[in-house]
């Protein structure tokens, strides 16, 4: 055979395979987890300008204003207090504020948090203020001093539980079971579980409470972008035009005798000048130990609010974490948890020391407010003390300011708290969030987090907790209806007991871990260590 010189033409290559991609990245870009917030302005090392740093603290401390000014105004007309002694009272938590947070952000956690009254005592101290209301006393100011006393008495004790937990280490051990599953619905929790002091609040007076909501979301959020020079302004001092625009409004309501003839829970929401503190607050009092009197120890009175300080170690546990976020630092290690709840019982020892009505925690409207100004600076807070003392000590300047009527506080948490709330959710990016068994979890813990407390809040009294020892209702019912006690027990239960060991990976733990450690990340000392180097002032026999 004899070839013809044609060679047949060569096999088609075979199609490239095709690669499937993961359906996000089909339609749009996915992103990847991010250990830090990348929009902030100013992190926990960075600093504003001196002028900027000052107006900033002046909001932080506008801010806590509110609750400290709503628990005053709760219990110490119960307690048969005048305005005279719910303005001393006032003076006493701003006071103790002060002094607490300076010891978290000097030696504590060392995170930009303020430090505030807690509501987590309310149910406490409501149960020493009824075991005296049907004794005799010569007149309703001696109710009040020895009301006082006795929660001195309860809260000085109980401050023993939180040193307890803190220096012992035996939170921050605790806290090493957690991971970024469970933080999840825990810090959405700390957010959420305070819906109550926000629309409810603001609805009482709803003319005030409504525009001030909607002026902050446009003057912060829309604004902003109508002039490059306005945004910096308004992102970060928005809050303080918007508060002086709804109290202006406030005031000729009150003036134009708007609120005359209506109902006597009308007039408390709404008119500047129903608080009567500027009338009655010193031009000068400082706070000093015992000034109530020699404080009464009752163990009825001791157990309920050891009950609350349990609770507070949990909430500012969480308020702590949503506060790194914000603050641009990784999440406080398991040794920085423990110290801090250790001087949080410190702080709670001075609080009976000093007469306040209530233990204190971290305030989650002021981890909100870093949130909404993008400033994350330690010094911010720091600075905050200052204005905190001067209206401490300088009654009437104080009093001043707290005359802002309760329903403008309520618009600014509702969004605030949402904040926090919020960055709770972002933790989820460290998890298998496709996983059947985290998102059962996390819903178990989120959904029962709300609920058990809401139950518990409505049926305090006659709920599931009513035996004859009233210290006993006392605890668990304080216990119960915390948001993030609830979430936390049921979120760390769940999540180390339903096949935790194949699901390591999936929970988040590789990532969460290595912050859990001293020396677990270069950064945790950065972000956690102490303004000196301690262990170069001490021997190394001590260390």
Same mark, same amino acid.
């Given at each position: 055979?004899?070839?013809?010189?044609?060679?047949?033409?060569?096999?088609?290559?075979?199609?490239?395979?095709?690669?499937?991609?993961?359906?996000?990245?089909?339609?749009?870009?996915?992103?990847?987890?991010?250990?830090?917030?990348?929009?902030?302005?100013?992190?926990?090392?960075?600093?504003?300008?001196?002028?900027?740093?000052?107006?900033?603290?002046?909001?932080?401390?506008?801010?806590?204003?509110?609750?400290?000014?709503?628990?005053?105004?709760?219990?110490?007309?119960?307690?048969?207090?005048?305005?005279?002694?719910?303005?001393?009272?006032?003076?006493?938590?701003?006071?103790?504020?002060?002094?607490?947070?300076?010891?978290?952000?000097?030696?504590?956690?060392?995170?930009?948090?303020?430090?505030?009254?807690?509501?987590?005592?309310?149910?406490?101290?409501?149960?020493?203020?009824?075991?005296?209301?049907?004794?005799?006393?010569?007149?309703?100011?001696?109710?009040?001093?020895?009301?006082?006393?006795?929660?001195?008495?309860?809260?000085?004790?109980?401050?023993?539980?939180?040193?307890?937990?803190?220096?012992?280490?035996?939170?921050?051990?605790?806290?090493?079971?957690?991971?970024?599953?469970?933080?999840?619905?825990?810090?959405?929790?700390?957010?959420?579980?305070?819906?109550?002091?926000?629309?409810?609040?603001?609805?009482?007076?709803?003319?005030?409470?409504?525009?001030?909501?909607?002026?902050?979301?446009?003057?912060?959020?829309?604004?902003?972008?109508?002039?490059?020079?306005?945004?910096?302004?308004?992102?970060?001092?928005?809050?303080?035009?918007?508060?002086?625009?709804?109290?202006?409004?406030?005031?000729?309501?009150?003036?134009?005798?708007?609120?005359?003839?209506?109902?006597?829970?009308?007039?408390?929401?709404?008119?500047?000048?129903?608080?009567?503190?500027?009338?009655?607050?010193?031009?000068?009092?400082?706070?000093?130990?015992?000034?109530?009197?020699?404080?009464?120890?009752?163990?009825?009175?001791?157990?309920?609010?050891?009950?609350?300080?349990?609770?507070?170690?949990?909430?500012?546990?969480?308020?702590?974490?949503?506060?790194?976020?914000?603050?641009?630092?990784?999440?406080?290690?398991?040794?920085?948890?423990?110290?801090?709840?250790?001087?949080?019982?410190?702080?709670?020892?001075?609080?009976? /020391? &000093? +007469?306040?009505?209530?233990?204190?925690? !971290? *305030?989650?409207?002021?981890?909100?407010?870093? %949130?909404?100004?993008? #400033?994350?600076?330690?010094?911010?807070?720091?600075?905050?003390?200052?204005?905190?003392?001067?209206?401490? /000590? &300088? +009654?009437?300047?104080?009093?001043?300011? !707290? *005359?802002?009527?309760?329903?403008?506080?309520? %618009?600014?948490?509702? #969004?605030?708290?949402?904040?926090?709330?919020?960055?709770?959710?972002?933790?989820?990016?460290?998890?298998?969030?496709?996983?059947?068994?985290?998102?059962?979890?996390?819903?178990?813990?989120?959904?029962?987090?709300?609920?058990?407390?809401?139950?518990?809040?409505?049926?305090?009294?006659?709920?599931?907790?009513?035996?004859?020892?009233?210290?006993?209702?006392?605890?668990?019912?304080?216990?119960?209806?915390?948001?993030?006690?609830?979430?936390?027990?049921?979120?760390?239960?769940?999540?180390?007991?339903?096949?935790?060991?194949?699901?390591?990976?999936?929970?988040?733990?590789?990532?969460?871990?290595?912050?859990?450690?001293?020396?677990?990340?270069?950064?945790?000392?950065?972000?956690?260590?102490?303004?000196?180097?301690?262990?170069?002032?001490?021997?190394?026999?001590?260390?």
């Amino acid at each position: 055979m004899v070839e013809n010189g044609h060679q047949q033409p060569p096999a088609p290559a075979p199609p490239p395979p095709t690669v499937q991609q993961p359906l996000g990245a089909a339609r749009g870009p996915a992103y990847p987890p991010a250990e830090q917030l990348l929009q902030l302005n100013y992190c926990i090392h960075s600093n504003p300008s001196w002028a900027q740093t000052a107006i900033l603290a002046f909001q932080h401390y506008i801010v806590m204003l509110g609750s400290i000014v709503m628990i005053a105004s709760i219990l110490v007309p119960q307690m048969g207090g005048s305005h005279g002694d719910k303005a001393r009272v006032i003076q006493v938590l701003l006071f103790m504020s002060g002094i607490n947070t300076l010891l978290q952000a000097l030696c504590g956690t060392r995170l930009p948090t303020v430090m505030g009254p807690s509501f987590a005592y309310m149910l406490a101290v409501l149960s020493i203020i009824n075991d005296f209301r049907d004794e005799d006393f010569p007149s309703e100011h001696e109710r009040f001093l020895h009301t006082m006393r006795a929660i001195q008495g309860s809260i000085i004790i109980s401050s023993f539980i939180n040193m307890l937990l803190g220096f012992s280490r035996a939170w921050g051990e605790f806290t090493k079971l957690l991971s970024p599953l469970i933080v999840v619905p825990y810090v959405c929790v700390v957010g959420l579980g305070l819906f109550g002091r926000g629309f409810p609040q603001l609805a009482t007076c709803v003319e005030l409470g409504l525009p001030m909501l909607v002026f902050l979301v446009v003057f912060q959020q829309y604004m902003k972008h109508l002039h490059p020079s306005a945004h910096p302004i308004l992102e970060r001092f928005a809050l303080l035009f918007c508060i002086g625009l709804v109290w202006a409004f406030a005031a000729i309501l009150t003036a134009a005798g708007a609120y005359n003839n209506v109902r006597e829970i009308t007039k408390q929401s709404c008119r500047t000048d129903r608080s009567f503190l500027i009338s009655s607050a010193p031009w000068i009092k400082i706070p000093y130990p015992f000034q109530w009197g020699t404080p009464i120890f009752r163990a009825s009175h001791v157990f309920g609010m050891m009950g609350a300080a349990l609770v507070t170690t949990v909430e500012s546990t969480g308020t702590f974490i949503a506060a790194s976020r914000f603050a641009g630092a990784t999440p406080p290690p398991a040794h920085v948890l423990s110290r801090s709840i250790g001087l949080q019982g410190v702080g709670q020892l001075l609080d009976g /020391i &000093f +007469g306040s009505i209530v233990g204190t925690n !971290a *305030s989650v409207e002021n981890v909100g407010l870093l %949130a909404l100004t993008h #400033v994350g600076s330690r010094r911010v807070v720091q600075i905050s003390t200052v204005f905190m003392f001067f209206f401490a /000590i &300088f +009654g009437k300047f104080g009093a001043f300011f !707290a *005359s802002i009527p309760l329903p403008i506080f309520a %618009a600014i948490y509702c #969004v605030l708290y949402g904040l926090v709330a919020a960055v709770g959710v972002t933790f989820i990016q460290f998890t298998n969030n496709n996983s059947m068994r985290n998102i059962y979890i996390m819903g178990l813990a989120l959904f029962l987090g709300i609920s058990i407390p809401q139950y518990f809040v409505m049926n305090t009294g006659h709920g599931p907790v009513h035996t004859g020892g009233g210290w006993f209702n006392d605890i668990l019912n304080t216990i119960f209806a915390s948001g993030p006690m609830v979430a936390l027990i049921i979120g760390t239960l769940l999540d180390n007991t339903l096949d935790a060991h194949h699901t390591h990976d999936e929970r988040g733990i590789p990532w969460w871990a290595p912050f859990q450690h001293k020396k677990g990340d270069s950064r945790n000392d950065e972000f956690y260590s102490f303004p000196i180097r301690i262990s170069d002032h001490i021997p190394t026999r001590f260390l």
